[in-house]
């Protein structure tokens, strides 16, 4: 790795910031202006992040091009962002589809364009800093920033239901990460007292061992917050409404990207933090995640509103990002992440997708549609794939993520020495039950594809739908190719990640070897030996 | 007494509002003409002189020095009491108390102009007013706590009169009256105690005196009679019942003057008191001190102060119910401090800059949004303000966001210090009311983005006719950014508090 590029990842976050001011510099009447500066600022943005990508070594597996700055000096909080192999992957993601979005969504907004777009670039800014900071302060502050803009995109641009959507969206968010500012204190103060110094560099924070009791009750309260977000069954209740409410590209990024926070955060933060409170919430969480697969694509099956089937399709997706990381197994994880990117990819186009629907019919029932594959080849045949991607057929995306978490929740306890007590109970059953939710996701997608596109064309208004346009056309080829690219050749992306998770399932099993004591640094408290094991161990390493 | 010629200079920020004060109230009676803003400009350029002498004083003196005023020595040359304490932390309190007044002054000539209650007086009072506030912010003793609060109450009750023709303002006047002058008894009474129990008034000297006293039961009754009299000057639960009423019948930039200078300047007194004379090992409320009673206090202000507000339509009323809890908020810094907390000090300082701020641009856009026959007090009054007025709507919305404790706001970073602090305290003993503090954080959300609700996502019945002034745009303006400034680079402030 070339030691240059810090700046890449200031620059990435401050680039959105400064579109979003200028943006809102320029007059209010020049609207397609707003637009086309909204898109270049996004790209100019991606553009940056594949600079990162090459900047960033895929052999390494710490954090890379990382940029650390003092920024309240008593408190000991750093502006201190950098990458490793889980972030860059979701930071592209993010950029990537940050400018389809607003492309394809571009003749959408009709009214307050300028405050659409800088909305969306702030958004876009709290994203990628939540994504790369590694301070804890830094990172509540980039979480909280997401909140505000994705509220006033349901609030403004919403549909009928959108005052009661958008502030649903933000108490369910408020309450789980004020939870989580709590647990944030708590372990501020009790590390700063172990290492000498306040401090809320999370390198230096994941170094301090807490007591047992107060890693479980943290990790509660982190999950709490992070589960809200992924949303996992019981509390995702929020989510079909804020998507059935929100304008198409607020759900594309609450679906694509925000989403994912949930997954990230336990893998960044609350498994690092908090072993043992993994350790002992990881069972509950790997149930509640196969229950929302299972109840996500259930009551995905049972609708009539495109918008909540695929809110609740979501559900049922992310259920499988979960199970894959609280598995801890090499294959879950990585699976996970890949899950993660296929979503995006897959639920963003779908997205995308009723809007295209929505701006030529204005109805999001599925009875309203049918036999539009006639009048919309194009359309119908790129998002045939998408849906596929999104169904998990082989070749595609989302089967790779979706095969691979399954797998890893299989191997669930094999990467951990066989006497330890981390293991999911009946890990075989809970694959088994995760696998039914392949097959119902089959069913719910291609049913909708089939009420959509497939039989008579008997409704008089599908009769003239205009088929995509060209710049409609250039996103749905792009996420196409890019499903098409993540299920053809995972390999890359798989080798290039590894290194940074088998870091992290490295640590975390280190970490769960540490006795129970006050808290301390990790590996400073001497080892009290079981009883039974004390002679073998000696033995083995004795001289022979 | 020895008088020193010197603590005059050292006094230079209370005599400076004192006079322009003064000066005003006479100019008043020589002007004429309909217009006072002239009166105005000379009220923003004294309060702005006092500032600036705080801030001149501030850069004399080192961290931790401190010069006792006005001190009374015995024979042997030891400081046996004093009046005032010139140290960094007072004059960074009344240089905001300057700058607070200033931009007070600044929103009411067209407050005053739109709702045809023009006096100049208001200006005079309105510094008199303010030089009681400094007095606080430096009062080492319990005569000056005393001589501080009443100078500034007594000015505010006049201000929450000014308005003559409403009745509201009336009713509002007096019943902060009465209740003040109640509080004040209590104030009196527990003053008078602590002197029977320590048999001093200096706050300097009273720690020691407590701790060796032979009167447990009087440093318990008085330490309990002051804690009850603070409570009524900051609106906290049960002593609160005044605000709301206080409040609303006020004009509007009189509100944001008692919601953010008054309440910090009764901050800046308790922490003298409770923070030098009470402080450390007197011991006058069983194990946690007089941090026990306040305990319970801070908890229930936030947490009434917080669920009465979510009940409110009157934006004026949801603001004071607000202003309560943030009350609340500074009860738990309070209770870190009694606790040992290191940090305390400087978290309740630094909250105090970034609410008060907060506070006063948000009475400057309500001032702004009412307009001659309809003041626009309701929420739903408030609908659509987003698309005839962008900015004012933006600001709000950063001011609310500040207020409910959203990054990267001051009010965020207020609230962080604060529970930092209180997270401090030996054992976490103060962790759950931390807890409480953030489940109110989340419930304040509600009723704040309820005003962001009505601005952005409603659409307006009637077009908003507002009165433009120069100055009230200024502080619209200005407070937001300063709000961001305080989230976005804390360092520096916390340097400047030390």
Known sequence: MSPGGGFLLPLLIGLPLLGAIFIMCTPKTEQSLQRGLGIAFTTVTFLVSLTVFRYFNPKESGFQLVFDTEWIPGLGAHFKTGIDGISIYLVLLTTLLMPLTLLGTRASVERHAREFMAAMLVLEAGMLGAFVALDLFLFYTFWEVML?????????????????????????????????????????????????????????????????????????????????????????????????????????????????????????????????????????????????????????????????LVAYSSVSHMGFCLLGIVALTQMGVQGSIYAMLSHGLTTGGLFLGIGVLYERRHTRRLAEYGGIWKQMPIFAGLYLIIVMGSAGLPSLSGFVGEFFTIFGTFNAGDSFPANHAHFLPHPHLLGALACTGVILGAVYLLFMFQKTFFGPLDKAKNGRLPDLKAHELIVFIALALGIFGLGLFPRPLLTTMQPATDKFLHDYTKRIDEPDGPPHIYGSLPAAPPAGSAAPVAAAGGTP | MNFNPNDLGWCAPFLILAVTGMLLVLAEAFYKGPDRTALCGLAVAGSLASAIASVILYRQLGPGETHALFTDLDASGTLRSAMLLADRTGYVLSALFAVLTALTALISPAHQREHDWQMGEYYGVMLLSASGMVILAHAVNLVTIFLGIETMSIGVYVMTAMRRRSRRGNEAAMKYFLIGAFATGFLMYGCALLYGASGTLSLLHMQPALASSANPGLIVAGGFLLVVAFGFKIAAVPFHMWAPDAYEGAPTPVTGFMAAAVKAAAIAGMLRVFGLALGGDVIPFGTLGWASPMVVIAAITITIGNITAVRQDNVKRMLAYSSISHAGVLLVGMCALGLGSPTAQSAIVYYLIAYSFTTIGAFAIVSFVGSRGRERLLVDDWAGL???????????????????????????FGKFYIFKSAMDVYNGQLLWLVVIGVINSAISIYYYLRIVTAMYFREASQPFAPTRSGGQLFVIALMPLLVLELGLMPGWWLRLIG
């Open chain 1, 148 to 308: 505000i803009p994705m509220y006033l995109l349901i609030g403004i641009w919403g549909g009928q239901r959108r005052l009661y959507a958008s502030i649903k969206f933000v108490i369910y968010t408020m309450v789980g990460s004020l939870c989580m500012l709590v647990a944030i204190f708590y372990v501020y103060v009790k590390a700063g007292a172990v290492l000498g110094a306040y401090t809320t560099d999370l390198e230096k924070l994941t170094t301090v061992a807490l007591p047992y009791h107060a890693q479980v009750w943290c990790f509660a309260a982190f999950a709490l917050a992070f589960c809200i977000k992924i949303p996992m069954f019981p509390l995702h209740t929020w989510l079909p409404d804020a998507h059935v409410e929100a304008p198409t590209a607020g759900s594309v990024i609450l679906a694509g990207v925000m989403l994912k926070f949930g997954i990230y955060g336990f893998l960044r933060f609350a498994m690092p933090l908090f072993p043992h409170g993994a350790e002992v919430w990881a069972p509950a969480l790997a149930v509640l995640a196969v229950i929302g697969i299972i109840y996500g694509a259930f009551v995905a099956f049972a609708q009539d509103d495109v918008k909540k």
């Open chain 2, 386 to 412: 987003a698309n005839q007025h962008p900015g004012a709507a933006l600001a709000m919305t950063i001011l609310l966001l500040s207020f409910g404790g959203l990054p990267p706001t001051g009010g965020f």
